[in-house]
């Protein structure tokens, strides 16, 4: 066995965002009858067994019942803050990366990722539906790929997806793709919200 099929997995919910235009912190939005990042949390809790939540300083006590905080400590904006936090934390595993705001991922989704993930690429992923690019945010995160982050974002490249494209990845095709349907706004967020109590799931965003 190689080294790198050592590399062990952890979780993390992306929660550090400001949610403008949802104009509420999305993190806690109960579709599920909880706060979204106690449903992501339990989500892949149940896949793998350290699970981290991205938060910004300011909102460390907001999570405090979650004792395994990363408090975003690097010198950049955005989805990479929480990412190269975690990073930094620990730079010898692969990091499973999931944002707040996908109200109908599930597990199947999350089972169907770390079962086709490809240790020998810098990252394995899914496409976009909308797209056709990587989602950036729904990641097994590879260390080649964190690596290749971290560099872009001090060359003024902050964006996870521009990383990618210009990483060696594994691109999956999820069969469970309405589960990649994200939501930023109110608008969005009422659309889902009577979807999820239909018992329905959109297929775009």
């Known amino acids: 066995m190689s080294e790198s099929e050592n590399i062990e ?3 993390l919910v992306l929660c550090g965002g400001y949610s403008t235009r949802m104009q509420e912190d999305k993190s806690t939005i109960a579709y599920h009858g909880v706060p979204q990042w106690k449903y992501l949390v339990k989500l892949l809790q149940n896949l793998i067994p350290e699970v981290y939540i991205s938060c910004r300083p300011d909102q460390l006590l907001q999570f405090a019942d979650h004792p395994m905080l990363i408090p975003d400590n690097v010198a950049t904006k955005g989805p990479s803050a929480g990412i190269l ?4 934390k620990d730079q010898h595993v692969a990091w499973l990366v999931i944002a707040c705001d996908l109200p109908n991922i599930s ?6 990722l770390i079962s086709n993930r490809n240790i ?8 976009s539906p909308v797209n056709h690019l990587a989602e950036p945010l729904i990641t097994i995160w590879e260390p080649a790929a964190l690596k290749s982050l971290a ?3 001090e060359a003024g490249i902050t964006c996870p997806r521009k990383t990618l494209l210009n990483c060696d990845i594994h691109l999956l095709e999820n069969p469970f793709a309405e589960e990649q349907f994200n939501a930023n706004t109110p608008d969005e967020k009422a659309r889902i919200s009577e979807l999820i109590h239909q018992q329905k799931i959109p297929s775009s965003r």
């Open 107 to 112: 597990e199947q989704s999350l089972k169907y």
């Open 9 to 11: 997995i952890k979780g």
């Open 120 to 127: 020998t690429k810098a990252a394995t992923t899914f496409i």
């Open 151 to 153: 560099h872009n974002t």
């Open 85 to 88: 936090s975690a990073y930094q």
